[in-house]
């Protein structure tokens, strides 16, 4: 896998077997220091200090843009737009700590609510949209 970045994922195997199954569709991390690290470039803000630069951040670009700036723009997401997310092309999910693995297309990282019954809180997390499984 020249030129492909790959995220490595250990899952408990409930979650493992939804995204084998094909019915789960994305997973999800905490906003944590430890994650903004992981999946932002240089970023290693907890989650107090994340929301903290999230609202100076939107300050400064309201006086930079003014009224130009798109209605459509979203706190939640300025943080992966200002930062941007690390290059990962795929992510490898491993069922708990076995030799059971399976590999993905990582279409995109997001900011938001993920789905409960896929295992998301009921606060803001990264959420990993997956493509097609590769192996």
Known sequence: MENELVLDLVLKHKWYDMIESGVKKEE??????????????????????YWDDVLARTKQQIEKHGERMPNAFNLKHLLVWEY????????????GYTNHSMLFRLDKITIGKGNAE?????????????GDRVA
């Open 118 to 130: 896929w295992g998301a809180p009921d606060v803001d997390v990264f959420v990993l949209k997956l």
């Open 28 to 49: 999800y991390r905490g906003i944590t220091p430890y994650w903004c690290n992981r999946l932002l470039y240089g970023c290693t803000l907890g989650v107090k200090e």
């Open 84 to 95: 941007g997310t690390r290059a990962y092309t795929h992510v490898r999910f491993r069922r």
